[in-house]
């Protein structure tokens, strides 16, 4: 069954053409990507595809099934001035999710009892008490806690978070997601793929998580030279059957040019006679003329820069840390760089790593300890905050605000117009208006704008949102061949898995863990580690008179639990078990409403929602306890 069809749909602005009558086909329970370089139009196809923007072109459609409930995911969500968290993550058109929504508000009024009476006779009409659970186990996940908050309030990536909320929620069949990944923490990423993974849900989206291609995307679509080409498979199937494309299609074009040879020297012999055979001719010249010209080989983003010196002290941090609010973001960390080094940062959004770089780069004061730099650092520092760059400038204007030329090895230089073209900014693009630019052209621009200053230290605090797979894949072998050091702050674990073997991970309470190895590496020895704090957990449990165990190994030891932990682990598991209790006996008063006045029933919901709040509370001390 198709969900999703587009027939000889075409977008045009300007002079520029994104795609010409495109044809598009998603079937219920597929998972498409679609991707392309940045600035050719996948943004705006999925806003046709979503019913955002209108088609164009002469016979142009959009259809979605008629029983296909449909969401769009676009990568700036705007919500009304005044509504609160809570409104926008509501706002649906799913009976079982309204009837949550108005239980969650029937709660918090009690001097309308009556309300709370009927949203709870809707609620177990609906069997709606495991989507509550479910629902709060999103806003959990997504680090949602302040529903009250108005989303004006919020920042770019808070918003997206939310109304990445409102689209799980939601359950729709037909999902429409542009870079769904952005502004996610790596925990979040890997969540949203494992649920993706699970459902039966249709989806389309545009991502440059090339991780994220492998494992949920069955079929991959890409927009090239405004022609849209299909690949069944994942994002390893894509790369294999796109070089087999490439490589016909180079075939192919020998054999045009060589065609296209000989129908010239035919052209410029001028025949005299203009009969149909010679229009058919010339009109078949210029067809081949036009595809030999729009065949181009991809771009490459080659660049020679040439580093500055490092001497034998580079960077060092000597035991610094950093409190706000009574909460410790960075403890004790100390770390001293070495030439040629790549390290990435990770940890959860709001863990402090921007504050651990700007310590770094001393725009920030430690509270504690101390950071000495080399006499020969430059640090070259792309952040997210500096990407300002003035619309009203051209491209190459905004290079040549910088420097006029860079040097290069072996004593040469490359002037701002030669750097662009290398940059895949050709020139008639530096001639347009900064704009006019895709954001993942800007993000191209400033990160080309940092490099140019010749930096042998570079520091990367999220350089992949909305840069293409090509970029990403240039950039990354750059980076390899970079001659400086280079620390990255990324959620893109392909990214940190080619770069990147050496990580400092942000841990709870402030703590950084350093680690040699690869992010996915660390991931399996987490999983490890989890499932032995829970084994360890368990086996507390049993009974005494159990046979002894055989000794442990080094890693258990390294999670075994102390007596006092198990004890604190025991004492909250009755805690719960007795909540649990209570809210088993609340819900079963409440299936005889008959029987109760609406002052019982007011008193019940609010004990009812005071009980929840315990649980919550007392499962994640539980988990603090198990993880140590």
Not at 8 to 26: A, I, M, N, P, W
Not at 488 to 505: G, T
Not at 522 to 542: G, N
Request: aromatic residues 8%.
């Amino acid at each position: 069954m198709v969900y999703l069809e587009l027939e000889r749909v075409s977008k045009v602005y300007g002079e520029k053409v994104l795609f010409d009558q495109v044809d598009l086909q998603v079937a219920q329970n597929t998972k498409v990507a679609l991707v392309a370089k940045n600035g050719t139009g996948k943004s705006t196809l999925l806003r046709v595809a979503a019913g955002i923007d209108l088609p164009e072109g002469i016979g142009s459609s959009v259809y979605v099934h008629k029983d296909a409930r449909m969401a769009y995911l676009p990568q700036e969500p705007e919500f009304g001035d005044n509504a609160t968290v809570m409104d926008a993550v509501f706002d649906s058109d799913n009976e079982t999710v309204r009837a949550v929504r108005d239980y969650e508000e029937a709660l918090l009024r009690s001097d309308k009892p009556q309300l709370l009476q009927d949203a709870l006779a809707r609620m177990e009409r609906l069997q709606a008490w495991d989507i509550e659970a479910r629902i709060k186990e999103v806003l959990s996940k997504l680090n949602i806690d302040n529903v009250d908050q108005k989303v004006s309030t919020l920042s770019g990536g808070q918003r997206k978070r939310v109304a990445l909320a409102k689209l799980i929620i939601d359950e729709p069949d037909l999902i429409i997601m542009d870079e769904p990944t952005n502004h996610l923490d790596l925990d979040m990423i890997e969540w949203l793929e494992e649920w993706l993974q699970s459902t039966n849900l249709t989806l389309l989206m545009v991502t440059h998580d090339r991780y994220f291609l492998e494992r949920v995307c069955n079929r991959i679509i890409e927009l090239d030279g405004g022609n849209i080409y299909h690949y069944t498979g994942n994002y390893s199937d894509f790369l294999s059957k796109k070089a087999t494309r490439e490589e016909t299609e180079s075939a192919e074009l020998d054999k045009d040019r060589k065609r296209m040879k000989q129908e010239l020297e035919w052209v410029r012999r001028m025949p005299s006679g203009r009969g149909t055979k010679a229009k058919s001719r010339l009109s078949a010249f210029s067809d081949l003329k036009n595809k030999v010209g729009s065949f181009r080989k991809d771009e490459e983003l080659t660049l020679e820069i040439k580093g500055q010196r490092l001497g034998s002290k580079i960077l060092e941090a000597h035991n610094i840390g950093k409190s706000y609010g009574g909460r410790e973001l960075v403890k004790g960390f100390s770390y001293k760089f070495q030439k040629g080094e790549r390290a990435g940062i990770v940890g959860r959004n709001g863990a402090g790593k921007s504050t651990l770089l700007h310590m770094l780069t001393k725009e920030l004061e430690p509270d504690t300890g101390k950071v000495v730099h080399g006499s020969n650092t430059v640090f070259g520092y792309y952040t997210q905050d500096g990407i300002n760059l003035a619309n009203d400038m051209r491209v190459i204007d905004v290079v040549r605000d910088i420097a006029e030329f860079i040097p290069l090895e072996k004593g040469m230089k490359l002037t701002a117009r030669g750097l662009l073209e290398r940059f895949m900014f050709n020139s008639k693009q530096q001639q347009v208006y900064v704009s006019q630019l895709s954001g993942g052209e800007r993000r191209r621009l400033y990160l080309l704008t940092i490099l140019m200053k010749n930096p042998n230290f570079l520091i990367l605090d999220e350089p992949t949102n909305d840069l293409d797979i090509m970029t990403l894949n240039v950039l990354e072998d750059f980076l390899m061949d970079f001659p400086g050091c280079v620390l990255i702050v990324s959620h893109d674990r392909f990214f940190l898995d080619k770069l990147a073997h050496h990580l400092f991970i942000f841990e709870e309470e402030g703590n950084i863990r350093d680690w040699n190895g690869l992010y996915t590496e660390y991931r399996e020895q987490r999983k490890l580690e989890m499932q032995e704090a829970s084994a360890a957990q368990s086996a507390s449990t049993t009974s005494t008179t159990a046979p002894a165990a055989p000794p442990p190994s080094r890693a258990t030891e390294e999670v075994a639990l102390t007596q006092e932990q198990r004890k604190a682990i025991r004492r909250v598991e009755g805690q719960i078990s007795k909540l649990e209790s209570r809210k088993k006996d609340i819900n079963g008063q409440f299936n005889n409403m008959a029987a109760l006045t609406p002052e019982r029933i007011a008193d019940l919901g609010r004990e009812l929602a005071e009980v929840n709040e315990a649980i919550e509370e007392k499962e994640l001390e539980w988990m603090e306890l198990v993880e140590g």
